[in-house]
């Protein structure tokens, strides 16, 4: 949050005289997308995908308003994820398996072949508050799904190995933000499920559930990053189950002390700077 040197007489607007200037930063994180359940058993599921995310910079702060903040859920497996807001920003909650969202689930893999997966960005916003999940793949001898797409990646297409077996497809990574005063990546992309165990998807980096093997559940995305569950895995006789997507988040940064909040918001500081962390909706006045 940069100060400003010099200030002009018609340029007052942010500052309270003599103390710190009215403005914070906010990052806003949807809830991530759920990966899909195992069903049919012939087809492997692509991982959910990341919630929405977006960074702002020099927010105007009014003394005395409530500013309201709304943290979404992760979806269960199967489902998307909701939307978080605040101060008037949305972000969308991440897609499951195929469905688009703030970033898009992966397409769902089967023998002949596969589907595509969800588009990013479903708020149309720039800069984009995600990205579109990779495509499922049919493999010679089994399917695999493709990763969810992350905050700052598309989901991967699995390949296919020598032995035509669908593998790794991967979630896509997520975004580092300093907001709190240290690099934390948040709101990864759920792996794709597989048909054997060792070629599952990846979950993408800052959260995203590891793809799911028959029989066994898919990890889920981290709580409070907005990161996509890992879709399930199946081999014809056994299903499996879907990563749940991580709950979402709002960080707010600001050199101002609140004069009441609701939400238990958790408050660090960096510096000078206060750090007040949502992970339950709630509001914030100054």
């Known amino acids: 949050m940069p100060l400003f040197s010099t200030i002009g007489a018609a340029s007052l607007k942010g500052f309270n005289s003599g103390s710190a200037p009215l403005l914070m930063d906010a990052l806003i994180i949807a809830g991530g997308g759920g990966g899909d359940n195992g069903a049919p058993l012939s087809t492997a599921n692509g991982g959910g995908g990341a919630g929405g995310y977006r960074e702002f910079t020099d927010l105007d702060v009014v003394l005395g308003n409530s500013y309201t903040v709304t943290i979404g859920a992760g979806g269960s497996a199967g489902s998307n ?35 595509n997966g969800g588009s990013g960005n479903a708020g149309s916003y720039n800069p984009s508050e995600g990205n579109a999940g990779g495509a499922g793949n049919g493999g010679g001898t089994s399917g695999a799904g493709g990763g969810g797409g992350g905050a700052g990646q598309a989901g991967s297409t699995p390949t296919v190995s020598g032995g035509g077996i669908g593998q790794f497809g991967n979630g896509g990574s997520g975004t580092t933000s300093s907001i709190t005063g240290s690099a934390v990546a948040r709101a990864g992309g759920g792996g794709g499920g597989v048909s054997f165990n060792g070629y599952q998807g990846q979950g993408g980096a800052g959260g995203g559930g590891i793809g799911g093997i028959p029989n066994s559940t898919a990890g889920s995305g981290g709580t409070n990053t907005g990161s996509g569950g890992g879709g399930a895995g199946v081999d014809g006789s056994y299903g499996g189950g879907g990563g749940s997507g991580g709950s979402g988040v709002v960080i707010i940064r600001t050199l101002l002390t609140a004069s009441a909040t609701s939400g238990s918001p958790t408050q660090t500081t960096d510096g000078g700077y206060k750090i007040y962390t949502f992970t339950g909706s709630g509001s914030i006045t100054f």
């Open 81 to 115: 994820g909701s939307t978080s807001s605040f101060y008037g920003y949305n972000t969308t909650g991440g897609g499951d398996s195929e469905d688009s969202g703030g970033s898009g689930g992966g397409g769902n893999g089967a023998l002949g072949g596969g589907s």
